[in-house]
Nanobody, 118 residues
């Protein structure tokens, strides 16, 4: 049973930083692509960033390039999202995602709220 537990959300002012964490458990994630998605009120869930667990290749949405950095600690089975220069439009619930590259089966965490005030 795959379990993803996010933490690190909160309320910050525009321009400040936050780091989200996602602890993954339940299996070996060597063949997984791990990612962060977000969903703002009244909007669809959107892709933010992803990283392949095995070799660390990263992907970013254009809206966060240069401000957000995704990383992982294989030893701790933990995924991170460092968010700098936060903007009010970054306000959303952020979800951790694990997707098996071979089978495309995916798993979600419960989400963590990020609120950026102007």
């Amino acid at each position: 049973q795959v379990q993803l537990v996010e933490s690190g959300g909160g309320l910050v002012q525009a321009g400040e930083s936050l780091r989200l964490s996602c602890v993954a458990s339940g299996r070996t994630f060597r063949n997984y692509r791990m990612g962060w998605f977000r969903q703002a009120p009244g909007k669809e869930r959107e892709f933010v960033a992803a990283i392949t667990w095995s070799d660390g290749i990263t992907y970013y949405a254009d809206s966060v390039k240069g401000r957000f950095t995704i990383s992982r600690d294989n030893a701790k089975n933990t995924l991170y999202l460092q968010m700098n220069s936060l903007k009010p439009e970054d306000t959303a619930v952020y979800y951790c995602n694990a997707r098996d590259i071979m089978t495309t089966r995916g798993y979600w965490g419960q989400g963590t709220q990020v609120t950026v005030s102007s």
